[in-house]
């Protein structure tokens, strides 16, 4: 299994971001993909949930309405769409797998909110 991250960076509060996880080493179309983040000084918090099909979204409570997890299968690529951004979502953002009791994770992409 391997997912790679990309698109984070410095925005201003207020900006947006797209941020994108292309996956590989597994079939995609058939698992529930997540993205997860980690605040300076704080544990790793589940941020958004797609089914396989995209039927399905969940989010975090702190990031209804603003952000957007989708899916592309036919890419193998999940995405996060990030809006209306504040300084509190400046975190390393990972995208998540589980499969077989174990979870995998990406390398992970670094946003910063800030002015």
């Known amino acids: 299994v391997q997912l790679v991250e990309s698109g984070g960076g410095l925005v201003q509060p207020g900006g947006s971001l797209r941020l994108s996880c292309v996956a590989s080493g597994f079939p995609f179309s058939t698992y529930h993909m997540s993205w997860y983040r980690q605040c300076p000084g704080k544990e790793r918090e589940l941020v958004a949930t797609?089914?396989?099909?995209?039927?399905?979204?969940n989010y975090a409570d702190a990031v209804k309405g603003r952000f957007t997890i989708s899916r592309d299968n036919a890419k193998n690529t999940v995405y996060l769409q990030m809006n209306s951004l504040k300084p509190e979502d400046t975190a390393v953002y990972y995208c998540n797998v589980k499969r077989g009791g174990r979870n995998y994770w990406g390398q992970g992409t670094q946003v910063t909110v800030s002015s």
């Open positions: 797609i089914a396989s099909t995209g039927g399905t979204r």
